[in-house]
């Protein structure tokens, strides 16, 4: 009995803000002690991991009205951050127009983390396993501030060196830490649809095992390939483990105007081993890593071949 009633006097107070303005105002006001939650799932294995202590309040954004919703708009799909994964993948839009987010997706965890964890979650993580996907369909994030909604590139987002980790979220007081995700906008460009181009898309996780893995390496590849098989345009992303994902320009460069012919692949190889700079995992060495991206990429774009 007094360990439950301990248990209980820890237990955090939860609040249900019922708009992205309240939530972000109620964050600025408990600071440090409040921390926003979502799905809870990685919130969870950083509990539970010891990495982070339980805080005194948690902002559930899952009651806010809408922020679930997943729409096509003006011609871009625009997904709310309480979008769970499984919603998303499963959604009729996502699976035809941005069949890439639908299939890393796919590879998060197992179905039960999917039904409850949220897209935004992943998102705002920065390392999750949908963000490469993300910046290889060139979204862009809109923030809530407390006062207005803003949009960002996730290109530039990605880009700020020294975000506060997401154990420091707790900690900090720094308003870039205070804001909050309320969707993806994902553009979905008629162009791509013509005749003369074709869309084509990849995806491929590499962990320590087949499933229910963490990331070692993550690579997604967005292209526009003409009728001579030829890339007119190509984006390719890189992330895994607790590496910020990020584009591999040199080997877009490379590839923009040529088929994946193997002259070219070899290219792309060295290329992707020398602009990936992976964070250290305690699993495998920066080498390992780099190969193993250079291979999966290669080996996806001579699939296309
Ligand atoms: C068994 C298991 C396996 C997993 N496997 C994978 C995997 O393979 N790949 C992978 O990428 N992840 C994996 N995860 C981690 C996690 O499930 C996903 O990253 C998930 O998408 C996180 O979403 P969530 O809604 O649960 O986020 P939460 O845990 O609720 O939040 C995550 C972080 O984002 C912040 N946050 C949440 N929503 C917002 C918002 N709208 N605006 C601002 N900040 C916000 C929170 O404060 C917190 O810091 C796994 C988790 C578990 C438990």
Known sequence: MAANLEEFLLSPAVWQPQSSGAAVRLKHALGPLGVYTAGSTLLRTQWEAGGGKLPTHLIDLTAIPGLDRIAVQNGELIIGATARLNDCSSHPVVMERAPLLA??????AG???RNQATLGGNAASRVGDAVPALLALDACLVWHDGEK???????????????PGMLEWVETRDTIGLRLLTS?????????????????????KAGRREAFMPSLVTAAVAAEVGEDGAFADIR????????????????ERLLRGRRPEAAALRQVHEAVREQYVP???PFAT???????????IAAELWKRK
């Open 286 to 296: 920066d080498d390992y890593r780099k190969l193993t991206l250079a291979n999966l």
């Open 111 to 113: 179905w039960s983390v």
């Open 279 to 281: 964070e250290p995992d």
């Open 236 to 251: 390719i992303t890189a992330g895994g483990g607790r590496t910020v994902p990020l584009r591999l320009t040199e080997a």
């Open 184 to 204: 993806i906008r994902i553009p979905l460009p008629d162009e791509y649809t013509t005749k003369q181009t074709r869309r084509w898309f990849a995806y491929h």
């Open 103 to 108: 299939d890393a997706i796919r590879q998060i």
């Open 149 to 163: 909604q803003y949009t960002e590139h996730i290109a530039e987002w990605l880009s700020v060196q020294n975000w």
